[in-house]
């Protein structure tokens, strides 16, 4: 609102103070223009009688400038050729009969020159307006009349048009500021909800939101920016308490184990090695499945933090990649993996994440498979989509369970060894890629693993070269 009044005020300045200026030098010029008309007006009127030079004549002049003066205000005085003044508008008769000729005006229109301007008069102590003017009768000079006029009047009648131009420019502050009082309050009645959120949500407050639908275009979209961010801020907040409970309520089982088992081979070192060897064996293991553990929540954690961009992989080759190393594992199983599918298939993913979405499937598949039996790894188009299927023949899993086996720690059995975050791992994953993962009955028994990713039309994005 200061800033709206300010420039208002600075344009009423810029505007207004030449005009001003212009408005004095108009009304002077119009009133010197007026006297000239009026003293040549008197001047045709005092012809006869400086010509014939009689009282009678000089008396009826005398009586007209007058009336001029009673109407205008101007003083009149009017000169013989030799600047002696026969008429004045005064009432005092005493200046009739003296000299006028040590006036420049005077002298100027004795020779025949129209003089204007504006002097002080030490006779009336006062700043003057004049416009002096001869009297002919064709080319000879008789006289001159002069008109003046008090500069006071002028600068009085300028003063009133300055006056009304400054109580509009006051009034136009005014609604200036009425204007600005309005816009500005309605912007920080907005800024300020905007402020109060902040605050809320810098609180812990995490569900809070701004109003995205009031407010100038700007203040929509910094609400729109602010929810986003807030958005962003509660989901990774909440990652985090997810991970933090997760692993302490997972991590809390094999350590309690571990602890135990530790404690029982204490006591049996000296009594009984063998027992206690077989509790350290027992130790070792739970030891590992806490590693495992640990190693799982760390990469679950990696994926959903990850914000890699987008690229175009072959995931044709990388299955008959990931085929070819998981072969010898399954001949040692007596089960066979096998790749089915285009020699090239494009699509989006980010970075490494078709190689282990593909690794956790042939690894879940792998533990179930009875032997000699077999996986199928196959890529499929279908509707401008990739899609990526891991076949076994194991003995599957219901509906019910298909749907929570993307649930973090969730086994297929309590004697399930794994970490229960594997297929949480791929669900995150595939999220990551603009992907979809899902578990179907197989055609022939068993189990399907699908993941559906968006062909890519793009150029292949070149891998990354491994480290040394």
Do not use: C
Not at 364 to 382: E, G, Q, T
Not at 405 to 412: H, N, S, T
Not at 415 to 431: D, F, H, K, P, W
Request: no cysteine; charged share 20%.
């Amino acid at each position: 609102m200061a800033a709206l009044i300010t420039v208002t005020l600075l344009v009423l300045l810029v505007q207004d103070i030449p005009l001003s200026v212009q408005l004095h030098q108009v009304e002077r010029d119009r009133i010197i223009s007026s006297l000239e008309q009026d003293a040549f007006v008197l001047a045709g009127r005092s012809e006869e009688s400086l010509e014939a030079n009689t009282t009678t004549n000089h008396t009826l002049v005398t009586e007209l400038a007058r009336r001029y003066r009673a109407a205008g205000g101007a003083r009149v005085v009017v000169t013989d050729a030799q600047g002696i003044a026969l008429v004045t508008s005064d009432d005092d008769k005493s200046a009739v009969g003296s000299s006028y000729l040590s006036r420049p005006e005077i002298a100027r229109a004795l020779d025949g020159q129209i003089a204007t301007g504006e002097r002080f008069s030490d006779t009336l102590n006062e700043q003057l307006l004049y416009v002096a003017v001869p009297v002919l009768s064709g080319s000879r000079i008789f006289g001159a009349v002069r008109l003046t006029y008090p500069s006071q009047v002028v600068t009085d009648a300028v003063n009133a048009r300055v006056r009304l131009l400054w109580l509009v420019a006051l009034t136009t502050v005014l609604l200036a500021g009425i204007v600005g009082w309005i816009f500005s309050s309605t912007i920080t009645r907005t800024l300020k909800k905007l402020r109060d959120t902040t605050e809320h949500l810098a609180e812990g407050r995490l569900h809070i939101r701004a109003d995205e639908t009031s407010g100038a275009p700007e203040l929509r979209s910094l609400s729109r920016s602010f929810n986003i961010m807030a958005s962003r801020l509660e989901a990774l907040i909440e990652q985090q308490r997810t991970f933090s409970a997760d692993a302490s309520h997972q991590l809390r089982t094999p350590l309690t184990a571990l602890r135990l088992r530790l404690e029982r081979s204490r006591e049996l070192v000296l009594t009984d090695p063998p027992g206690a060897r077989e509790r350290l064996v027992a130790a070792e293991a739970e030891a590992d499945r806490l590693s495992d553990l640990i190693e799982g929540l760390l990469m679950l954690s990696r994926s959903e933090a990850s914000e890699a961009a987008l690229r175009t992989v072959d995931v044709a080759a990388v299955a008959r990649e990931r085929v070819e190393q998981w072969h010898s594992l399954g001949l040692e199983s007596r089960v066979s993996i096998r790749y089915e599918g285009p020699a090239t298939a494009l699509a989006l993913a980010m970075p490494t994440a078709a190689e282990q979405i593909i690794d956790n499937f042939i690894d879940n598949a792998l533990a179930v498979s009875p032997a000699d039996s077999h996986i199928v790894v196959r890529v499929v188009r279908s509707g401008g989509a990739i899609v990526i299927h891991v076949v076994d023949q194991g003995p599957g899993l219901s509906p019910q369970d298909a749907e929570r086996a993307f649930d973090r720690f969730w086994r297929g059995s309590s004697e399930g060894s794994g970490s229960g975050l594997g297929l949480a791992i791929v669900a995150q994953l595939a999220r990551s890629s603009g992907a979809t993962a899902t578990l179907t009955p197989g055609s022939d028994g068993g189990l399907d693993a699908t993941v559906r990713f968006v062909e890519s039309h793009g150029k292949l994005t070149p891998h990354p070269a491994p480290l040394a």
